[in-house]
């Protein structure tokens, strides 16, 4: 049965958060609310805790998984360098729904990236996200808790709808707000690329490229 912590979503408590980092390094999934929607964590460093992620959601191997991190300082661990352009972007809109692509460093489980070897990277705003990320002192995976292919989860009833019982763990920080999900973009060759665009618009990142305010 899966395990409902409840936890305020302003000011989440240390101890509930620190129940669901044990679930993590455990291998086991999380479920947790985002600035966009609720997302399943898992230890991105762990080919078994991810193998899990990809059989929970029915997700293709191979299609890449976003992640998010703490701060700078555990983004330079993961990545094998930050382009300059990436860095304008960061001081925009990180923390935020703005997922930038970076190659990455070898902690990282193969399975989570594409087949060019980057990694989709962000800094939520969410305090609980935050929070479950900076506890477990490692990234965590964000991809949206659904099925794949299916409408996202903005409460826990929904997750449950999905996965019944086989979550091994939620975070229920109440209803997340109906957004686009987060805009994914690519400046790991000095270009820009727009992957997806999402809650931030696509002419304020291209703004952003350009050294301009958003």
């Known amino acids: 049965m ?3 912590l409840h936890v305020d979503a302003r000011d989440p408590e240390p101890h509930v958060i620190a129940e669901a980092v044990e679930a993590l390094k455990a291998g086991q999934a999380v479920a947790y609310p985002t600035e966009t929607l609720y997302g399943l964590a898992v230890d991105v460093t762990s080919d078994k805790a ?13 299609l890449p ?8 300082k555990m983004l330079q661990d993961y990545v094998t360098n930050i382009p300059e352009p990436a860095r304008g972007m960061v001081k925009q809109f990180w923390p935020g729904a703005l997922t ?8 990282i489980s193969r399975s989570l990236m594409t087949n060019t070897g980057k990694i989709g990277i962000r800094i939520s705003s969410h305090p609980v996200a935050t ?3 900076r506890a ?5 995976t964000t991809t949206s808790a659904n099925l794949s292919g299916y409408p996202p ?9 999905y996965f019944s019982d086989r979550i091994d763990c939620i975070l229920d920080g109440g209803e997340c707000r109906p957004s686009l999900g987060s805009t994914v973009v690519d400046v790991s060759e000095d270009t ?3 992957i997806r665009e999402g809650a931030i618009q696509a002419d304020c990142v291209i703004r952003a490229f350009q050294g301009k305010p958003a």
């Open 100 to 107: 930038i692509l970076f190659t990455a460093g070898d902690k």
């Open 131 to 133: 929070a479950l990320v």
């Open 50 to 62: 991810v193998k899990h992620l990809y059989d929970l959601k029915r997700r293709d191997y191979g």
């Open 2 to 4: 899966s395990k409902i």
């Open 153 to 161: 989860s903005l409460q826990v009833k929904h997750v449950k709808k």
């Open 136 to 140: 477990f002192g490692k990234p965590i």
């Open 65 to 72: 998984v976003a992640i998010l991190v703490a701060d700078m």
């Open 192 to 194: 820009m690329a727009i």
